[in-house]
C-alpha cells in the first residue's frame, strides 16, 4: 500500500498555470504506475494524465494533450501535473492514484491507491 498526499490546487484566472504535486510514501512508489484523475461538480472522477514508473511512457486525455505535462521525480517520491493554458472547464477536483500495472490506465476502479484531492478553479 501507498500513502498519497496530492497538493498545489488554487484560484487561477483563465491562462493561467498551476503545478500539482503527489507526494507518495511506501517503498514501492518508485515502482508504481500514477494517475491523475479529476472530478467537476455533478460529475464522474475522470481521467487526465498518467505515467509509468520510468517515466518512458505517458498518457493524456484528449482535453488536455499540449496543455498538461505529467512527470515524476522518484528520488523525490513526487508525480508532478503541469498545467498550462488553464480553462474554466479544467475546474475540478484533482486525484492521484497509483497501481502496478498500465493496462487499461484510464479505468479509476483499477487504481489501487488515491490521495485526498486538491481544489483547481479557473475562473476570472
Known amino acids: 500500500q501507498v500513502q498519497l498526499v496530492d497538493s498545489g490546487g488554487g484560484l487561477v484566472q483563465p491562462g493561467g498555470s ?3 504535486s503527489c507526494a507518495g510514501s511506501g517503498r514501492t512508489f518508485s ?27 505517458r498518457f493524456y486525455t484528449n482535453s488536455v494533450k499540449g496543455r498538461f ?18 480553462e474554466p472547464e ?15 490506465y484510464e479505468r479509476r476502479d483499477l487504481y489501487n491507491d ?7 478553479t ?3
Open 18 to 20: 498551476l503545478r500539482l
Open 31 to 57: 515502482s508504481a504506475f500514477v494517475g491523475w484523475f479529476r472530478q467537476a461538480p455533478g460529475k464522474g472522477r475522470e481521467f487526465v494524465a498518467a505515467i509509468t514508473w520510468d517515466s518512458r511512457n
Open 69 to 86: 505535462t505529467i512527470s515524476r521525480d522518484n528520488a523525490k517520491n513526487t508525480v508532478y501535473l503541469q498545467m498550462d493554458s488553464l
Open 90 to 104: 479544467d475546474t475540478a477536483v484533482y486525484y492521484c492514484a497509483a497501481k502496478y500495472s498500465m493496462t487499461a
Open 114 to 120: 488515491w490521495g485526498r484531492g486538491t481544489q483547481v
Open 122 to 124: 479557473v475562473s476570472s
